[in-house]
């Protein structure tokens, strides 16, 4: 079946509008990835409303190599300047800077590099594979289990979000409400709008996602000063002798690309968990002279493969279910449905063409994430000495031209504002935004299928546990909650007995 796709999809890949735009896209990336507090997410975001007039495959590509070049470049400041571009290279610190430390930061670079372009092929290998039998397995799917299954994604994404269980489950909500503005399917009345005719059919996606991360991100970099610093980096160039270096830990590097994969496939966990937990693996099975922690080899290639191999596994349930399992591919679901496709069995079924072409691109995009992050590090090293002060408005110009051209609508960059205000207000509360994001991508398949199911079913909600894979995926949900309830509960029992232990401590003084 996949290569039936692959097929399909090689007469739209082999374009040179796609492979040079999926280049483009790697460049994009390594930069944006380099730049500290920026990454793949806020890439994607940037260049949303431009790729959306593109052919399917060659925005397909554009976007997805901007998360496979982001992915890696965080890892290039966090080896010269100590300081991860992005979450994804946090680990990368442990023995990145200190090989550039002993002299060796050419090195460091080419072996993040490499190991990402190798991890990165081995989870396109498993997006390959995996992805076509998982939508044949879900093409019996019917009502009552995609709602479920978008249930599933949104609770996942909640319960594992950065701060409490609480605020996951609420912004997850605020965007399933947001999803409800305009006119209803199937009773054709018009909902929340106000009497506003731009609000017939609801927020337009890209408005909405430009606003709430790349708007409200803008203003926290503001609010964090530092505005005329530019970092002191020495120029670095790695060579080609690094590709060799990094297959001498071919162990490493497969199990670590492994542990990436798989950590991807599954909602909400992302390239920063399987990052430390291939770390954890490869320090707990190596030798006590490979000095993990002062500068070891082995180090970098286990968090790059790792972060990189998560891209490919986090575009299973994408492709394959139509369930976002981050931030990053809730943007680029929204992406394909703009496009005009539908991700999921269907597009297996109906466009192979399309899944076979993304398919290719993201293979292609790690190939030249290889040969383009190597011959390229002087340009991303320059690039860190850029001031925020002049980064920061050419980034709020790119979010409102490319807003405004969508449907050349001054409604759209209202909607903008509007969400990054709303984005500024949750970040300043502790709230996480991805669930919002998906919430919103989810909404219309939760709530579509929610109504299907009951029109379908006799007995009420009990078709839902009337179906083996929807009463599996009802366990799985309540599994998701209570997990996420106890140890949310565990854990503010210990912030209330810490207080009570300290003032015992001081009262023993």
């Known amino acids: 079946m996949f290569a039936d796709a692959l097929l399909a999809g090689l007469d739209l890949f082999l374009t040179p509008q796609s492979m040079l735009l999926t280049v483009l896209g790697v460049v994009f990336g390594l930069v944006i990835g380099a730049l500290p507090g920026l990454g793949p997410l806020m890439g994607i975001v940037l260049m949303l409303p431009f790729a959306v007039s593109l052919p399917p495959v060659a925005a397909m590509g554009f976007l997805i190599a901007i998360a496979v070049g982001g992915s890696c470049g965080g890892s290039v400041s966090a080896i010269l300047l100590r300081i991860p571009g992005t979450p994804l290279a946090a680990a990368t610190l442990f023995d990145g800077y200190p090989m550039a430390q002993k002299g060796r930061a050419a090195d460091a670079i080419g072996i993040a590099i490499s190991a990402s372009a190798l991890g990165g ?55 399933l409400l947001i999803a409800t503005i305009g006119t209803d399917e199937f009773s054709t009345g018009y909902r929340f709008t106000f009497g506003i005719f731009d609000m017939l059919n609801g927020f337009h996606i890209v408005a909405i996602v430009v606003g709430i991360f790349a708007i409200s991100e803008m203003a926290s970099q503001v609010m964090g000063g530092g505005l005329n610093e530019k970092p002191d980096v020495k120029a670095v160039r790695p060579g080609f002798r690094t590709v060799w270096m990094t297959l001498k830990h071919w162990k490493n590097l497969l199990r670590s690309s492994t542990i990436g994969a798989a950590f991807g496939a599954l909602p909400g966990v992302g390239g920063t968990i399987s990052s430390f937990s291939a770390y954890a693996v490869a320090k707990a099975l190596s030798k006590p002279e490979e000095g993990y922690g002062a500068g070891a080899e082995g180090g970098v290639v286990a968090t790059e493969s790792a972060n990189n191999a998560t891209v490919g596994g986090a575009l299973v349930p994408t492709l394959a279910l139509g369930i976002p399992g981050e931030a990053a591919t809730a943007v680029l679901i929204g992406a394909m449905l703009i496009l005009g496709f539908f991700p999921g069995p269907a597009l297996f079924a109906n466009q192979p063409d399309i899944a076979g072409g993304v398919f290719l691109v993201y293979l292609f995009s790690n190939v030249a994430l290889l040969f383009v992050g190597i011959l390229a590090t002087p340009v991303f090293v320059w690039v860190l000495k850029l001031k925020k002060s002049y980064l920061i408005p050419v980034v709020l110009l790119l979010c409102a031209v490319g807003t405004f051209a969508l449907q050349s609508s001054v409604f759209d960059l209202r909607v903008m504002l509007g969400f990054g205000l709303l984005g500024i207000l949750l970040r300043g509360a502790g709230y996480p935004l991805a669930p919002l994001v998906i919430g919103v991508i989810l909404g219309p398949l939760l709530e579509n299928n929610l109504r299907r199911s009951l029109l379908i079913s006799r007995e009420g909600y009990w078709i839902f546990l ?37 003032r015992t401590n001081d009262a023993g003084r």
């Open 121 to 175: 092929l081995f989870g396109g290998v498993v997006l390959i594979l995996t992805a076509p039998l998982l939508a044949s397995f879900a093409s019996n799917f019917a009502p009552p289990e995609y709602t479920m299954l978008a249930l599933t994604g949104l609770i996942a994404i909640a319960v594992v979000s950065e701060g409490s269980l609480l605020k996951g489950l609420i912004t997850g909500a605020i965007g």
């Open 466 to 502: 009337d179906r083996p894979v929807s009463a599996t995926l009802v366990v799985i949900n309540l599994l998701l909650i209570g997990g996420a309830t106890f140890v949310t509960m565990r854990s503010l029992r210990r912030r209330r007995q810490a207080p009570l232990v300290a």
